[in-house]
């Protein structure tokens, strides 16, 4: 096919391969699927009273069908994020930071040190692409190019998203239509079928299922963010995400990471964890507000998190036992 803002493509031929195109013919009433010509061959066939029930003429449409198109050409025209570097800025104390910071698609990398540290400072410096114009004086550089609203305008403004462990809705919006919502804003082709992947997902991340038609804000905080992690993963275009301490948020972390790590995402985490801390490739240690050192995962920690991993279903196994009002005669009942 040719570029999708070529208007010379028959109707039906666009909508085949960007479905959410029906949708802009469906508000006015017309059938997509039953148009073969181009639009600009089809739009002389529409009759007064077309223009006057729609209140709007010739060029009013036709510019609403251009911005149509540009939207779905710079969705697919995204450039690719090849490297996210942080160069040194300064700790609290005004000395220099010892290193820099560079984050690669599909890698896991957190942000360790005491609370109170940094830990947050750098991931706001990020959500910022900072320009030596933050407390730390980082620069933030995205290919190796401080950033730019070009950089920005190519992703529509979210060049980065960030999940926290407080997050809640107050939409008046069940599930499916606000996961539909945010699809044909990114005028996601199949909608439908993204939507109920991210519900899926959702769902095998979240301690606790929920329903498609479940209002969003019945939704617990658990579950809240595991719909979250799943639409970023399935339908957000952010290839950054920045993750503050989900380590109580109530969801699988293992599989939450997985699952960005598989849409080739940037994931850069603040946490205590011990266990997302050794599920990760590397580590950037913070002390005073300043990145002290950066530490590879090495084999022997990479061998002591299946370890500590076999604890950790154990504990999951007892909180679980509880919550559901059981009561404990022996041990063995966990095993």
């Known amino acids: 096919m040719n570029s999708i803002s070529d208007q010379d493509i028959p109707i039906n031929n666009l909508v085949e391969a960007y479905p959410v195109i029906a949708d802009f013919f469906t508000s006015f009433n017309l059938n997509s699927n039953e148009i073969e010509l181009s639009f600009s061959e089809f739009i002389d066939t529409l009759n007064d009273q077309f223009w006057e029930d729609n209140g709007l003429g010739k060029l009013e449409f036709e510019n609403l069908f251009s911005e149509l198109l540009s939207g779905l050409a710079n969705c697919e025209e995204t450039s690719e994020i090849k490297t996210l570097e942080v160069l040194a800025g300064m700790d609290k104390s005004g000395e220099a ?11 896991i990398t957190c942000i360790v040190g005491p609370t109170g540290s940094g830990k947050s400072r750098l991931l706001a410096d990020i959500e910022w692409l900072a320009n030596e114009d933050t407390p730390t004086k980082r620069v933030v550089k995205i290919n190796g190019k401080t950033s730019s609203d070009d950089i920005i305008s190519q992703y529509g403004g979210k060049l980065i998203a960030q999940i926290t462990q407080n997050m809640n809705f107050v939409l008046d919006m069940d599930v499916e239509s606000f996961l539909m919502l945010h699809a044909q804003s990114r005028f996601i082709p199949n909608a439908q079928q993204v939507v109920d992947e991210v519900i899926e ?14 209002p ?3 939704l617990s905080g658990g579950q809240s963010r595991a719909l979250m992690i799943a639409d970023v993963a399935c339908i957000g275009k952010s290839p950054i995400v920045l993750i503050d301490e989900i380590e109580n948020a109530g969801v699988n972390k293992k599989k939450a990471l997985e699952l960005l790590v598989q849409k080739d995402k940037i994931v850069l985490m603040a946490t205590h964890d011990p266990l997302l801390i050794l599920l990760a490739d590397k580590r950037v240690v913070i002390k005073n507000g300043g990145m002290r050192k950066i530490v590879e995962t090495n084999e022997i920690e990479r061998k002591f998190y299946h370890e500590l991993e076999q604890l ?4 999951q196994l007892t909180k679980n036992f509880f919550r559901n009002g059981n009561e404990m005669s022996n041990t063995s009942e966990l095993i």
């Not at 930071?97 to 890698?107: H, Y």
């Not at 997902?201 to 479940?214: H, I, M, Q, V």
């Not at 950790?312 to 504990?315: N, S």
């Open 97 to 107: 930071e010892l290193c820099n910071l560079q984050l690669k698609p599909g890698e």
């Open 201 to 214: 997902l959702a769902n095998e991340l979240s301690g606790e299922s929920f329903k498609p038609d479940t």
């Open 216 to 218: 969003v804000t019945f």
């Open 312 to 315: 950790d279903e154990k504990i």
